[in-house]
């Protein structure tokens, strides 16, 4: 009967600290890879806005589960008069890679 509040303060203290590392990772704007991310796709047609003043934002090479995977891109609003959309990209860093984000300017 013991053990049932131990696992649960473990498991809980685990979470914790998986959420505060992530966090750590993704709140400067970065993360690192150990090896480079594969050749961007070609960039193809993206169709029309879906209405004046959206702008498109390219897809990029994301790390899901420990794999490359390819996030598409979409159409954004800017979230404020003369906003631009500055790409996501993988830089060489040490021995890996590290990925910033893209984010508005």
Not at 20 to 46: D, F
């Amino acid at each position: 009967m013991i053990t049932k509040p131990i696992h649960a303060l473990v498991l809980s203290g685990a979470l914790l600290t998986g959420l505060a590392l992530t966090g750590c990772a993704h709140g400067y704007g970065y993360y690192n890879a150990y090896v480079g991310p594969p050749a961007p796709y070609a960039v193809g047609p993206v169709g029309y806005a879906p209405a004046p003043g959206y702008v498109w934002v390219d897809g990029f090479w994301d790390r899901r589960d420990g794999r490359w995977a390819w996030a598409q891109g979409y159409w954004a609003r800017p979230p404020r008069q003369h906003a631009h959309w500055e790409r996501p990209r993988w830089e060489r860093h040490g021995n890996g890679w590290r990925f910033h984000q893209g984010r508005w300017r």
